[in-house]
């Protein structure tokens, strides 16, 4: 894989995707329909899709592609892919508090190697460089002009006062009851993959997931949090977590700067 032109093209794709996403925000009004399995997509979540797709097939003919949309049809056997959830946090969108997310992802032999996070809402924008080192790029984002970026590193915690994030819209009984387990010092709320970057960038050191996720709920922002030093790891037995599974749901999982003591399930 040529990383430079990955990197260019997922960072300039999720700016346009962005755009379209916000143009549909500001409206007064906008479909939302309920998918098999019960949960929302909205005429933002296909457009962003789109744009997505055609960009990364036509930058990337001859990689797999997996996107949350498109999910119904693919059977990936490849080891190496490329995964996108367009609009990560589409409750977040439909109530209009800010917190969704674009996700891309390049994923090779099971481990997310690059991915990008955008927060169009937030004015955030976070990715894996093409060495594979994370940073935050500071706005305004030109589409084909890099700004100001900030490299990306995980908090040095401290157990007797950690700094949790957890799931705005996914928050229960379960998550509270282990998190219970942590001496905490702040805890956090937020939507979609932002809960990684936060762990990315040194503003939460642990984030831990006792929900139903899909591959591309997590693999952007799983690369985001690899390439700052941190790690995301299974919730029963605290192996890494990897991608390519069968019908690309997830375990339960724990994102964490490796400085924390990780309690058991």
Known sequence: MDFEKLTKVMRHLSLLAGDKIMEI????????????????????????????????REAFPDVALVTEEQAAS??????????????????EFIKRRGDFTVNIAYVEEGKPLRGVV?????????????KGVSVE????FA???????????VSNPRNSALNVVASKSHRDAATDTYIGKYRTAEMKSAGSSLKFCLVATGEADLYPRLGRTMEW????????????GGKVVRFDDHTDLSY???????????????GV????A
């Open 25 to 56: 925000y500001a409206r007064d009004d906008f479909d939302v329909r309920a998918k098999s399995d019960e949960s929302p997509v909205t005429i933002a979540d296909e457009a962003a899709d789109a744009i997505i797709s055609a960009g990364l």
């Open 74 to 91: 693919h059977r990936v056997t490849a080891k190496t892919f490329l995964i996108v959830d367009p609009l990560d946090g589409t409750k």
């Open 118 to 130: 955008y927060a169009p809402a937030r004015d955030r924008l976070f990715y894996t460089d093409a």
């Open 137 to 140: 790029e500071i706005g305004p």
């Open 143 to 153: 589409k084909n002009e890099v700004g100001k970026t900030n490299p990306l590193s």
């Open 217 to 228: 709920d997590t693999a952007a922002g799983h690369a985001v949090l690899n390439g700052a």
């Open 244 to 258: 390519g599974k069968s019908g690309f749901e997830n375990p339960f999982f724990i994102a964490y700067a490796p």
């Open 261 to 264: 003591q990780l309690e058991k």
